[in-house]
């Protein structure tokens, strides 16, 4: 899901303080060094644990919100407030909870991981499981490269346990390490709980990363191994989170361990595209990972995300219904751009028919229609000249205003707002604002235009990501309004 919740705590001086602490404990690990190398990797890490609880507790506190830790559909705020306990999923299976769930499947040969959660929660998620069983991690099986999946790897991995992913799950690592600091300004615009980008504890053991997979998967292969006498299946599944998605079977128990297959709720639209911003998602692949998943017949789906879901019937009926609707956006998109609909249109008109209705709090059906149209024919709509040229339609807007006058444009978008059309006002309000920033009763228009949105949002599709950017402009807004109403 979040690739860059590891930053969250109070302050830097805060964090210096505490790293004053492990260092102390570093060195007397690195002491020890002279001694026993084992004992001195076994000091360095519980330094660490020890650091990294205390950076988490903090984090947590500090994102509090209204959310009563009840996570129902997986929003980033619910998410970091569920607690960290295990459940047990089967006889053999338990999950730790938290942001990323935690998945232990122990054996007498030696435990299989599934996914290691956001580094923040590692301390507890470890010592929760480790109540459970102390036996040696056998294999950690990584679903995705994202950080709240792989955060603690390292700290669960032994000196000779073996990691296993998918084939692209370093090239994705990479470009996710790559894009770091422009991705982090997006999250940190949607959840603004996240410091900034030079105040986040920038601590090498929380950093994201670094992780070398010691056995691949690649799409729609199986990969499977028995241990302890029970039978494991590891298997790529692309076009859901990340291009490196695999998803872990247990056939003998039909469990199926989906890691974000399906997203952070099961069953729901997924998300074709996030707007979070991340590379395409390929529609088709996952209707054919879909294909691929179901013949399997899943008595239970653990999720990387919230609670796990039970009922082979249930079960097989959300997933064709996911696998419907994907297909019929995607169907539809097609079909609407070889009759000569533009992306616009498209987008307003495609809607799922009752019987494929999914929520979309994560994924956005017509979002998704925009990225199926982008994923197939990229940037270049071919409706104008200046979409070619690195001249946007906003570096006139300033001298249209000029010429229209701000008095006539705040006119518009006033009855743009009164009709309805609370987008063409800020529209229209981004032309005046180009001219006059500080223009108050253009701010006060898209302030009500933004509110306008909010309101329909939470009462419509609720899509997380809609609302969070809503508020986030609505802050925005705010804060100029009230810096000009505090000038002298
Ligand atoms: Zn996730």
Redesign the pocket.
Known sequence: ?INTLQGLARNRGWVKSLLLVVLAVLVAGGLWLYVDEDAARDVKKKAELVALEAIGDAATRRIGGDSDGEASHGSAVELIKRPIEVQQVAENVYMATGV?NVIMVTTSEGNVLFDTGLVLQTPRQLAALQAVSDAPIHTIVLSHS?A??IGGTRFFAGQDTRIIAHKQFSEEQRYLMELEPYQYQRNRTLFPWMPAWDERPDIAMMRYGGIEPDLTVDDWERYSFTLGGVEFVVLGTPGA?GADNVVMWLPQQKILFSG?FFG?QFPQFPNVFTMRGEKVRKPMEYVKSLDFLMPLGAEIVVP??LDPTYGQAQIGADMQRIRDAVQYVHDQTVAGMNSGRTVYQLMQEIKLPAELDLVQNHGKVDWAVRSIWDYYMTWFHFESTTELYPVPAREVYADLAAVAGSEGLVSLARNYLLQGAAVKTLHVVEVVLAAEPANSQALALRQQALSVLLNAAENGLQNDYEIYWLQSRLSDTAARLDSISSRP
Do not use: I, K
């Open positions: 899901m990323g994202h709240d999946h989170e974000d952070p990387s995300h």
